[in-house]
């Protein structure tokens, strides 16, 4: 006895199990349990992203730790691009991490190479307003090529223009006037090289001469100069008895003030004195000259006039 087959059944497990194994192998494919798991960051570049793709490998001193998972213009600033890179999760990228666009051999393929991150330095962390963390960036090989270039080829062109100026038409005429004149100079310096010979002698004999009267007079200057000794000692001695006669004068005149003050007046009043005794020797010697007698008996008494009496007063 046959048994029934339930196709309707095997069907169906055929398919959950064909379903079972394809996502087994989709999740196998893509990492399963050992998937790794990534942070993102911002970057800002000033410059050409040409040659740089979505997926492009980001590198940490030449380790893959990640992609670039977005490139797009800067929408307020167009001369920026803003690049999103996915890190793996635990790379040490920290605050002077700083990334730069590479290209790698000679396909031109481009790369970001992330650098720095020393010991000491903190985690690179999301700043308020930031939707990522930002890490700085430098300009690459190539953008610093092109400036020197520029600036190179900008310095050239003003060289150039330099150079046109100088060799004018004007200035080669005038650079031409100048060669001529210099030939013309040369030429009257050949026709006159006898005389230029005999003058240079002469200045050779004169140079001699000035050298033995330098000799000569060099014993006259060192007695000039012991003389000149001489006088800046005996100016010294004069100052220095200047400066005694000054401390003299100052005593002296010290005396004089001390004098007037103190003894002009009792010299003024011993004159004064000295002439009343004058006075009176001379009316004593008028009166012993009138009457030698009265200097023993003393002054008689004058007689009354007509008219007075003895005692002094008139009759009635």
């Known amino acids: 006895m046959e048994s029934k087959v339930n196709y309707a059944a095997v069907g169906a497990f055929v398919l959950v199990l064909g379903a079972v194994l394809v996502a087994s192998v989709l999740w196998l494919a893509s990492g399963g349990a050992f998937q790794k798991k990534f942070d993102l960051y911002l970057a800002i570049v000033e410059e050409s992203v040409a040659g740089l793709n979505l997926n492009a490998p980001v ?22 691009v803003n690049l999103i890179f996915a890190i ?26 992330l650098s720095g991150g020393t010991v000491g330095s903190l985690p690179l962390s999301i700043k308020a307003g930031d939707r990522y963390p930002v890490i700085p960036t430098k300009p690459s ?17 003003s060289t150039s223009n330099n150079i046109n100026a100088l060799l004018s038409d004007a200035n080669r005429a005038a650079f031409s006037s100048t060669l001529a004149d210099i030939a013309s100079v040369a030429r009257t310096i050949a026709a006159r ?27 006259v200057v060192k007695r000039i100069g012991s003389g000149a000794d001489a006088i800046e000692k005996m100016g010294n001695e004069v100052a220095r008895t200047s400066a005694s006669a000054g401390k ?4 002296i005149g010290a005396d004089v003030k001390r004098f007037t003050a103190e003894t002009l007046p009792e010299l003024e009043r011993l004159l004064g004195e000295l002439s009343v005794l004058a006075a009176s020797l001379r009316r004593l010697t008028e009166q012993t000259e009138r009457n030698p007698a009265g200097l023993l008996f003393g002054r008689k008494p004058v007689p009354a006039g007509p008219g007075e009496s003895s005692t002094g007063g008139a009759q009635p």
């Open 59 to 80: 590198k940490y001193n030449g380790v893959d730790v990640g992609k670039v998972r977005q490139i797009a213009l800067d929408s307020g600033t167009p001369e920026r």
């Open 88 to 113: 793996e999760r635990g790379t040490p990228v920290k605050e002077d991490t700083v990334a730069v666009l590479k290209t790698q051999g000679l396909t031109g393929i481009a790369y970001v190479e």
């Open 141 to 157: 090989l190539s953008a610093r090529l092109e400036n020197v270039l520029t600036s190179v080829l900008a310095k050239l062109d």
């Open 193 to 219: 090289k006898d005389a230029i010979d005999a003058g240079m002698g002469n200045a050779a004999r004169t140079l001699e001469n000035t050298a033995r009267i330098s000799a000569q007079l060099e014993p």
């Open 248 to 251: 003299t004068v100052n005593s």
